[in-house]
């Protein structure tokens, strides 16, 4: 199962565009976007695949966007997701309650923590847990998304 993972879109709908041509090629059958959506307009162009969409500090309308992401057909996941995926266990959050991203981490509970917030690229390996950030596909440079094959648990870094 390969899941594409995406953040810090922050509304930048050309961005974004770009990033989903990339995911069209390389498949992913879920993708997770790690918050600070920024837009309504964001949501609609991950509507070719089961994406799973979690809160940033700078997307202020909770209730608006669960309306917005539900209404696509969508999962809406509030702060902080999880989800089971080819018997791995997947946590995703934006990351910028520092905390809790270190709880989510450290508790070993899950296979994979995906988050964003720095719009740095990120990848290490925590106890048993692959911690990784996608990067940002605004204010970051390059702009990048990232892939997991959840069965070998490899992940890449995509720049745009």
Request: charged letters at 20%.
């Amino acid at each position: 199962m390969l899941l594409g993972v995406v953040s810090d879109t922050h509304g930048h709908v050309e961005n974004t565009r770009r990033a989903v041509r990339v995911l069209e090629q390389l498949a992913p059958d879920v993708v997770i976007h790690c918050g600070d959506i920024g837009s309504a307009a964001i949501v609609p162009l991950f509507a070719a695949w089961p994406t799973h969409f979690v809160l940033g500090n700078v997307d202020d309308d909770a209730e608006g966007y669960r309306l917005l992401v539900e209404g696509s057909g969508q999962t809406f996941h509030g702060r902080f997701g999880a989800l089971e995926a080819a018997g791995r266990r997947i946590a995703f959050l934006h990351g910028d309650d520092q905390r809790r991203l270190t709880e989510t981490i450290a508790g070993e509970e899950y296979d994979l923590v995906c988050h964003g917030h720095t719009h740095r690229a990120e990848q290490r390996v925590v106890g048993k847990t692959l911690v990784l950030n996608p990067g940002a596909l605004y204010r970051a440079n390059p702009h990048s998304l990232a892939t997991v094959d959840v069965a070998t648990m490899e992940a890449m870094h995509i720049p745009l």
